[in-house]
């Protein structure tokens, strides 16, 4: 085991290594995520990393994003609030435009279409779309294909974008010395497990990203614009995109070809509309259309954030942003397709019943 994870992370730390070499958008984890795709399509066998690795990624991720909270940031957070409901609103409508399609043109049953293409985070939407009945191979396939087609050309997209050059990162900040930087992991792990305790979302991330808002925006620990060093942050993105990368299995794409092709053309539509959407809110509300497309593009909380961080775009805002949507899918959306499968199965177990008994 030992030895097939230093293989794999190494792989992945080669293509972190190639694609920042060729001045790549976020070129750790994206080098990581390209290689292993291409590796297991290759059929590179012994690829493997525990799922604590990802875990790891993710803190250290929430802490480099906590550690930029301010009461000033929050508040701009706070107040966008009327903003996130609308963002999110027309993100559903839009994927469940993409699922009426998918339901008409894939032949396949309306719960299996609804939450392949509704963005709610991987794990979450299969668990709840198998728990009511939709198929998990189908619905894992669809969403992997979105987290890597959406990470892979976001970064690319937002570079390229002519308000790039406007946008300034955050200069001056000082890395946190060895003590300090013990500490703060230290924090952040704690933040992890309370909030994988009480079922947030996305724990490893928010959670760390909380504690260590809390203890920065408190205390004198970490001084004035505090960052972790580029090693660790370099090695959560090697982290996390070999994670996704190792998502896809050879075999199931195999399997479910007519799908695989059906999931990249979601990937594409739905991240095109979601561009055009980012757009006109930039344009509604004169605020800053990088910030907003990495808000809205339905590509993961730490991913969509962390590019923010590395573009210079406001990271906290766009973590607020795709938490907003998450939150949003996993409870209002989530409890209603429930309530109407469950009455849907009620009505027709009545219907079922009447004719045995006629």
Known sequence: MLLRTLFTLLLGSLGGLLFAAVHSPLPWLLGALVTTVVCTFIGV???????WFRQIGLIVIGISLGLRMT???WGTMTGHIGLMLIATILTVLISLGNAWIFYKVGKVEGITAIFSNIPGGLSEMVTIGQSVGGNQQVISIFHSLRAVTIVL??????????????????SGAHVL???????????????????SRCSIPAPFLLGALLLTALVSMNTSLTGESPALTGFLVKAAQ?????????????E??????????????????????????AVGIS????????????????GGIAEMSLTALTIGADPLLVTAFQLF??????TLFSFGVRTWVNRHRRTRELQEAGQGSG
């Open 153 to 170: 050309c976001t970064p690319f997209i937002v570079m390229w974008l002519p308000h790039h050059a406007s946008i300034q990162s955050v």
């Open 252 to 277: 199931d794409i195999a399997r479910n070809r007519r799908f695989f092709l059906f999931g990249l053309m979601h990937s594409v539509l739905l991240f095109v509309m979601v561009i055009v959407l």
């Open 238 to 250: 090697v982290f996390v995109g070999v994670s996704i990368g190792l998502g896809f299995k050879r």
């Open 325 to 330: 949507r998450v939150l949003f899918v996993l």
């Open 45 to 51: 066998q012994n690829m493997w990393i525990p799922r």
């Open 283 to 298: 344009y509604a509300t004169d605020t800053d259309v990088l910030t907003n497309i990495l808000a809205t593009a339905p």
């Open 71 to 73: 009461p000033e940031i």
């Open 177 to 195: 010395g060895f003590s300090q930087t013990l500490i703060i992991l230290a924090v952040g792990v704690i933040g992890a497990w309370i909030a």
